[in-house]
């Protein structure tokens, strides 16, 4: 019998409150590397919250430009770990016999973007190679929707309700009806994994939905935003400057500080019906 993963720790701690201390339990969100392997080839390895780690090999593979969309997919698989088949770290791909990506060019890019030496100019020269199209222009957002999303994806947060300690991503529609919700300790694989989610589904490209995303709004959350056809983005946090200029160049609307009834709009506010 297959277990569930496992995206919750309890632990014994002690609280210092208003003088007084006390040992109480405590719940922690899990962190586990996850290795995503193409065939026997290791690409990458990520440290995750354990579940919906097929969403997150999907969505990593396809934002990063290994795979065009699910139909170069032809498996994805947990490896199970130990006798009594609980979900490993590690998560086999097999792709379409016709698919053949650059495995190099993708260690290369990580080598790259952990070092400090990496500029703005090349991160944005680096998605234009990729030939990316413009999002939706046709789109357009009430802003009165945009500015309930961050209370339903508040909601949708079980994991954080109970640890406090991870980001989460969701994806709307124009109505503002959430779509799905995925959290994790890393803010982009939260993202893969909305992104993956909707490729498995064959939602992708998303032109008529917005990512709204609990942290800040990086470089790399738009560049997958940019991928997956998403002509929206709202962080509840600031975003950061390379993500507004790669926003402004590529035509996505982003919005940070998405939070009581404010927002503030870096880019595309177009697509804002009555704008802010």
């Not at 945009?146 to 991503?169: K, N």
């Not at 942290?215 to 997958?224: L, S």
């Not at 609307?253 to 802010?276: D, N, W």
Request: hydrophobic residues 40%; charged residues 25%.
């Amino acid at each position: 019998m297959a277990h569930p993963p496992r995206s919750i720790d309890l632990t014994n701690v002690t609280e210092w409150a208003d003088g007084k201390s006390r040992r109480k339990d405590d719940y922690l969100a899990v962190e586990e590397p996850l290795e995503i392997c193409v065939g026997d080839e290791p690409v990458s390895v990520t440290m995750r919250t354990p579940g919906h780690d097929l969403d997150l090999a999907a969505g990593f593979l396809f934002t990063e430009g290994l795979i065009r969309g699910g139909e170069d997919l032809a498996s994805l698989e947990i490896v199970a770990e130990g006798s009594e088949g609980r979900p490993g770290n590690s998560v086999h791909v097999t792709l379409a016999p016709a698919v053949a990506p650059d495995l190099e060019r993708l260690k290369r890019h990580f080598f790259a973007t952990s070092s400090c030496g990496i500029c703005g100019k090349a991160s944005i020269d680096a998605v234009r190679a990729r030939s990316l199209r413009p999002p939706n222009p046709d789109f357009r957002l009430d802003p009165e929707t945009l500015v309930r999303m961050p209370d339903a994806l508040r909601a949708s947060q079980a994991v954080f309700g109970r640890t406090g300690g991870l980001h989460a991503a969701a994806l709307f529609d124009a109505r503002g009806e959430l779509l799905v919700v995925r959290e994790d300790i890393g803010r982009h694989n939260a993202v893969d994994k909305v992104i993956g989610w909707a490729l498995l589904e064959r939602r992708v490209p998303l032109p008529e939905a917005i990512l709204v995303v609990s942290g800040r709004g990086g470089f790399e959350i738009v560049q997958k935003a940019i991928v997956a056809g998403l002509p929206v983005v709202a962080s509840v946090s600031a975003p950061s400057s390379l993500a507004v200029r790669l926003a402004r160049e590529l035509g996505l609307t982003l919005a940070g500080f998405l939070r009581e009834r404010r927002f503030v709009i870096y880019s595309g506010e177009e697509r804002i019906r009555g704008k802010a």
